[in-house]
């Protein structure tokens, strides 16, 4: 009976042992996904939700550069940020822009799919997004911006 419950108790501390080192990997994976990108993230030195979100991406991506502008419509023309599609905050990696309160969960499939677009949005600033206060009332519809400026949802979280 004794050496029934040590194998369990081994067999049980053995799967747990492999399960944790999958959750290592995978954060492993990740870190590697956004080593070696160039990321900048353009707001206004006076929204405190883009600070947040500024600290929500160097958590969960690694260093990011912030950089503080007066002039942010300027950077999302440049960047070609349709009107409605616009936020408070812009984030560039790589050759993408990442267009507000965005999760992190559509900024990886953002690079590990590599689109053939200019980037992804998210308009406004929901309730419960990275960086926003209050609770989540409905899906977040993340939208893919097109090279000709339209634009198609990428994904809803």
Partial sequence: MK????????????????????????????????????????????????????????KKMGSVNVVNKENMIQI?????????????????????????????EAITKLLEDKPNILGIAM?????GSPGMPGAKTGDFVVYAVNRDGSSTEFMRL
């Fill in 76 to 104: 999302k023309t440049d960047l070609g940020v349709p009107g409605l599609l616009q936020s408070c905050h812009t984030l560039t990696i790589g050759d993408y822009f990442v267009e507000g309160h965005i999760p992190i």
């Fill in 3 to 58: 050496k029934g419950i040590i194998v369990s108790i081994i067999i049980g501390v053995l799967v747990l042992s492999w399960i944790g080192l999958g959750k290592l990997n995978d954060s492993e994976e990740k870190l590697t996904l956004f080593s070696g990108q160039e990321m900048t993230l353009y707001k206004s030195n006076s929204c405190g939700c883009c600070s947040l979100y500024a600290n929500y991406a160097n």
């Fill in 123 to 127: 308009p406004g600033m929901p309730s």
